[in-house]
T-cell receptor, first 113, second 112 residues
């Protein structure tokens, strides 16, 4: 069965310090992996996606993620947090050949001034 | 353009009302989705349409009735809802080339 685990429900960082949001997945086949961000009462915005072209994926707003097959991880990073990064982040996997998407439980990022 | 639009933004309805949510995309995507999202939770899949046909129904109560009139439009008809149906309803479309979903801004539904 496919699954996604976001290892931290809450992460707090100071503005200007690095961000690390952790995601592990379980998938029988080569999955596609995504990170989405959701600001309060908004829809989900695509940050970045991994679809087997390159293991280091760059996204919008300075975020990037590295796909590590040996660790079944897809952690999201940003070198320097900004106040506007405060939001909920979802790691999502879709096994190839299906219409379904499996969401992690989300990580709430708080950025302290 | 990767925009999915949803109307209305907010909806308040009584338990005896009938209302509809609308979703539209012009990206040529042939799969469209309805999700329900409660506070502090990830979205829960409700329905998937593929090529205007219902392909997935996640055992959603019949008081929710989806409709896909054409490849750009997706509706969700609501009737006799319960207060626990209050939530953010999200529409998404899927780019089959990259398996990427694009989400609309959602409709915040409150059932009184």
């Amino acid at each position: 069965a496919q699954s996604v685990t976001q290892l931290d429900s809450h992460v707090s960082v100071s503005e200007g310090t690095p961000v690390l949001l952790r995601c592990n997945y379980s998938s029988s086949y080569s999955p596609s992996l995504f990170w989405y961000v959701q600001h309060p009462n908004k829809g989900l915005q695509l940050l970045l996606k991994y679809t087997s072209a390159a293991t280091l994926v760059k996204g919008i707003n300075g975020f990037e993620a590295e796909f590590k097959k040996s660790e079944t991880s897809f952690h999201l990073t940003k070198p320097s947090a900004h106040m506007s990064d405060a939001a909920e982040y979802f790691c999502v996997v879709t096994p190839s050949g299906t219409y379904k998407y499996i969401f992690g439980t989300g990580t709430r990022l708080k950025v302290l001034a | 353009d990767t925009e999915v639009t949803q109307t209305p933004k907010h909806l308040v309805m009584g338990m005896t009302n009938k209302k509809s949510l609308k979703c539209e995309q012009h990206m040529g995507h042939r799969a469209m989705y309805w999700y329900k999202q409660k506070a502090k939770k990830p979205p829960e899949l409700m329905f998937v349409y593929s090529y205007e046909k219902l392909s997935i129904n996640e055992s959603v109560p019949s008081r929710f009735s989806p409709e896909c009139p054409n490849s750009s439009l997706l509706n969700l008809h609501l009737h006799a809802l319960q207060p626990e149906d209050s939530a953010l309803y999200l529409c998404a479309s899927r780019d089959s080339g990259s398996d990427t979903q694009y989400f609309g801004p959602g409709t915040r539904l409150t059932v009184l």
